[in-house]
């Protein structure tokens, strides 16, 4: 089958031209050819993540700097317009809809994949780190590991379930909460959080507590949450009190957990690693408690998710600057075409 549009010798990426600094350029790049078991995809939408902010000034550490030339972003969507060799039995076809998250592939046949815990593959490929990302118009990706975008929802809005509510959705299932049940999500306004706490409302009955600066009240709300907290109003006690008093639990992270709860980490702090605050394991045995993490969903999870939002579940709001400064509510999608 031919290509939906006539494919270009050059095309147009964003780089981070200066690692370690807020700074991107717009260049020209020569067109990839997709390798055995690839296809080539034609960007039309990209979501922008924190992560990808942190990525690019250094602000992880224990991370490997990034180089400078490299192309950032991993909530890609776009249509398939080649297929590498090899591909006689693709899950895709020229002419798809498909979508790219931040684990670009995995091996399939470590430990971990063969466990079904895929997004811990020792062997997986990353992109927007390791490997160009979704910050440009055309991108090459493994056949088998592109999320097929489902009729009825708009490229835009599918963009960043691919990283924020992808994750978010793994989360809220590791929690193991029941339908009906509290759940405590910090940073409820943030790019994440305010996709997590509509999922978990909307499309997975939760009672949904926000935490999160008091700015952000009326889009945590709007998104399905029944009550808010505002961290700015209490000290870390008080944050627990709040919570306490909402939700009747014998209960910031830990602290608030009722006997049984569990804690999943989802995002990573910027700067020097940091150490969750009475996890000892007196505690936890004490209390029951489980603490667990999500770096990204499955394959599975992200059609999942994806359908949800299909069924009209997640809304979002509609660079860089403003994820800097931390005055971004919402997410942002950007149009690459």
């Known amino acids: ?107 399939m046949s470590c430990e971990a994949c063969l466990s079904g815990i895929e997004p811990s593959c020792a062997n997986k490929t990353m992109i927007g780190y390791f490997t160009p990302g979704t910050f440009q118009q055309y991108v090459v990706s493994p056949s088998n590991y592109v999320t097929p975008i489902p009729d009825g929802l708009s490229s835009d809005q599918a963009a960043p379930m691919l990283c924020a509510g992808l994750i978010g959705y793994a989360a809220l299932r590791k929690t193991g909460a029941k339908s009906g049940e509290w759940v405590a999500i910090i940073g409820a306004g943030g790019g994440l959080g305010h996709i997590g706490v509509q999922l978990g409302s909307k499309g997975m009955a939760y009672r949904l507590i926000g935490i999160d600066h008091g700015s952000k009240k009326d889009l945590v709300i709007e998104s399905g949450a029944e009550a808010f907290v505002d961290f700015t109003q209490f000290d870390d006690a008080g944050i627990v009190a709040e919570v306490q008093r909402i939700t009747g639990a014998y209960a910031q992270a830990l602290a608030v957990l009722g006997r049984g709860g569990t804690l999943v980490c989802v ?14 394991p007196g505690a936890s045995i004490g209390r029951g408690i489980n603490i667990t993490s999500a770096v990204v ?28 400064k931390g005055n971004l509510q919402g997410r942002v999608v950007l149009d690459l075409e």
């Open 1 to 107: 089958m031919a290509p939906t549009k006539e494919i270009p010798k050059k095309y147009k990426a964003a780089i981070y031209e200066k690692p370690g600094t807020n700074s991107t350029k717009v260049v020209e790049m020569d067109t990839p050819e997709p390798s055995t078991d690839e296809v080539l995809i034609r960007l039309t939408h990209s979501g922008v993540c924190h992560s990808d902010l942190a990525m690019m000034c250094g602000r992880w550490s224990g991370l490997p700097p990034i180089k400078p030339g490299s192309v950032g972003g991993h909530e890609g969507v776009g249509v398939v317009e080649k297929l590498g060799p090899g591909n006689e039995h693709s899950p895709v076809k020229i002419g798809d809809r498909v979508g790219i998250n931040w684990i670009r592939g995995i091996c």
């Open 267 to 280: 995002g990573i702090p910027e700067g020097e690693p940091q150490v969750l605050a009475g996890a000892s």
């Open 297 to 324: 969903g499955t394959r599975k999870d992200a059609i999942e998710v994806l359908d949800f939002a299909r069924s009209g579940v997640v809304h979002l709001t509609q660079v860089f600057e403003d994820l800097s």
